[in-house]
Structure formats: C-alpha cells, structure tokens
C-alpha cells in the first residue's frame, strides 16, 4: 500500500496552526493512505510586531516567506487566512482551494456582555489595527477614539483586558476557532461593519505544476464559497486595494444570483459610498469588477487616490 505525503507550510501563529490542523485532518479524513505534515514558517508580519500594519504598508506581509517555500518545493501546500492573501498570486502559484467559510462577520469584544456599536459610552477607547474597522467605526460614531492594536488574537485580548480601552473589534472567525467565544460581546451586523475580503475563509496555496497536490485539494474546496470570494477578490483587484485599506465587501451566493455588497471609507469615516449588486455566479470577476467601477463612479476614486498617493 502506497502511504502518499504532502507538507503544508504555515505561520506559528496559534490562529495558523488551528487553520492548518484543521486542513489536514480534513485531508487526512477525505484521503486514505495520505499523510500530512505541518512545516511552521515565519513571515515578516510575524516578526514586526511593534509598526502599525497600516504603516508597513507591504502587501504580501504574512504570505511571501510561505509563497518563497512553496516555489522551491520546501512545502507543498500553504495554509492563509484568505484575507491575508493579495489578490495578485505570484507567477508559478495558484490560489487551487478554499474552504467554506465561517461566519464572516466581525465581533466586539468589550468589558461588559452584549455592548453594541451604539451602545459604547460617548467617547469610548477602541483599539483596532485595521484601517477598514476604523473608518466603519467612526463613520457611525464619530464621537469614538481609536487607538492601535497589533498582535495575535489571544494578545490583542490579553492588551484589551489590561487596559482601559472600552473595546476591541476582531473577526469572529479567528475568536471562534481559539475557542475565545465568552470574550464577545456582540456580533456586529454586517450592515454596520462589512467584513474584510475572503474574510472567514482559509485560502490554499501550492505550485501551479503539482497537479498531485491539486487532485488533493480538490476533496476540501467549497465551491460556494470560491464563488463568493471570487466576487470579492476581484472587487479588491479593481480598487487596487491590500488588506490595508478601508475597503469592505460580502459576497453572498444564494438561488437567485450572487450578490455583492461593498463599501469604501474616508479613513476618518466621514465620507462613504456604499453599493450592492446582483450578477451571475457564472462570472464572479465580472460581478466584482462591475461593483469596484460603479463604487469609483460614485466618488471612492477620490478616497483611495488620497490613501494611495500618502
Ligand atoms: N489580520 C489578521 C487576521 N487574519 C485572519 C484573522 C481571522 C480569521 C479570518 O478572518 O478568516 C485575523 C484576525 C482578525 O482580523 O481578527
């Protein structure tokens, strides 16, 4: 009997190593004989801890050194949170799997159970990392004061719960799979927040030629969810947008067409534009990009050209 191996390379992360155990055992239950190894890379991200993300401004931060691995044949497979992918896959790479998605949305974690957006104290602390929550944020309460926040999921908690900080803003992805759920205080709807492109979803990466690796990779991809980040990667194309930008989308396919809300934001959250749109799932770019032009007609062009040229 032949016993076939594949490595998947991942980032040391607690929130990565869930993701990548969670590949494999889904790998190892849909293939028999086949054995996977988890080989732990460090990335840049990983390693810079102390600048704003928003400051190192480098697409790629928590992917290249895995992308470097994948190319010469180190690992087979590489494990992202799908959000942390660029939407430009380097020559030789493919995106070849996603899994279905948690749910997408992102929470609020505070010092008191069931505290809402709108239920913060007048000129409460939030501390937040991402550009997109912020604009969100202040957009519709202005009153708000942010302040930075880096580190992996159980630090930026630790920092909130030793701080005087009113709140923190995480995906309810990353808090749920750590197990962390008894920190949230409320869901926060995505009509309020929309969440970060692919966010939710794990994104595998391998070499274009390994076709082995492909057939694998094939038993845990969730076609509905490809589909929908489709949509949403090509939207993030179209604006020229990393991860670091105000920039929110969902995608959502349902019976009657694949529908795609997204938002661009003043970083300060005065300015918004806002669309959705219904096209075919049979052209997810197209449904991106259509939306991604529509929002730079209505005025988002004036925001990313003064985020871009800074
Ligand atoms: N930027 C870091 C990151 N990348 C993926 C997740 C969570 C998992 C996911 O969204 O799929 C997080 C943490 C967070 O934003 O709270």
Known sequence: M???????????????????????????????????????????????????????????????????????????????SLKDLQTEIPKGLILTAVTKRHPVEDVLISKKNKTTISSLKENAIVATGSLRRKAQLLHIRPDVKTVELRGNVPTRIKKFLESDWDAIILARAGVERLKLSKYISSYIPIKEILPAVGQGALGIEIKEDNFFAQKILESINDEKTFVEVRAERALLKKLEGGCQVPIGAYAELKRNGLYLDAVVVSLDGSMTFRKKIRGSKKDPEKVGEKLANQLLKAGASIILKEIYNK
């Open 2 to 80: 032949k016993i076939n191996k594949l490595i998947i390379g991942s980032r040391g992360s607690e929130l990565a190593l869930w993701q990548a155990n969670f590949v494999k055992n889904e790998l190892e239950r849909k293939n028999k004989n086949l054995f996977v190894e988890i080989k732990i890379i460090n990335t840049k991200g990983d390693k810079i801890l102390d600048v704003a993300l928003s400051k190192i401004g480098d697409k790629g931060l928590f992917t290249k050194e895995l992308e470097k691995e994948l190319l010469v044949g180190n690992i087979d497979i590489a494990v992202h």
